[in-house]
């Protein structure tokens, strides 16, 4: 007849290790060296995000530098030109919480 599975009760923090209810865990000083490996891809998607980002932050700001020309050919007020940059930054600051609380789950699940 097959083994039963057992059923584990987790006691204790992340940072304390893992043992079953009622039993002895080892002290954290105890604990033996674990080592993370860090993945080449990684530093090609940071390269990416920085990459992606700057270029990001460099183009926002665009239709302020042409101000001039801008209200002369569309026929809008200076303050109109100035507000496609400041929709920007109004928006980034609320949506960078929720936009990195996705990025990070939906990372972690790969």
């Known amino acids: 007849m097959a083994d039963a599975p057992k059923s584990m009760e987790v006691s204790g923090s992340v940072m304390d290790g893992v043992a079953e ?11 033996s060296h674990q080592e993370y490996v860090v993945f080449p891809i ?4 940071l390269f990416i995000f ?3 980002s700057s270029s990001n932050s460099m183009q926002w700001i665009q239709y302020s530098i042409i101000q001039d020309a801008v209200v ?3 026929g809008v007020s200076s303050i109109t030109v100035y507000w496609t940059s400041m929709i920007y930054m109004i928006t980034y600051i609320p949506l960078i919480f929720p936009a990195s609380f996705l990025l990070d789950k939906t990372v972690s699940c790969v």
């Open 21 to 31: 209810k009622g039993g002895a865990t080892e002290s954290p000083s105890k604990k």
């Open 42 to 45: 990684r530093w090609v998607v």
């Open 50 to 52: 920085v990459l992606y």
């Open 72 to 74: 002369k050919y569309y």
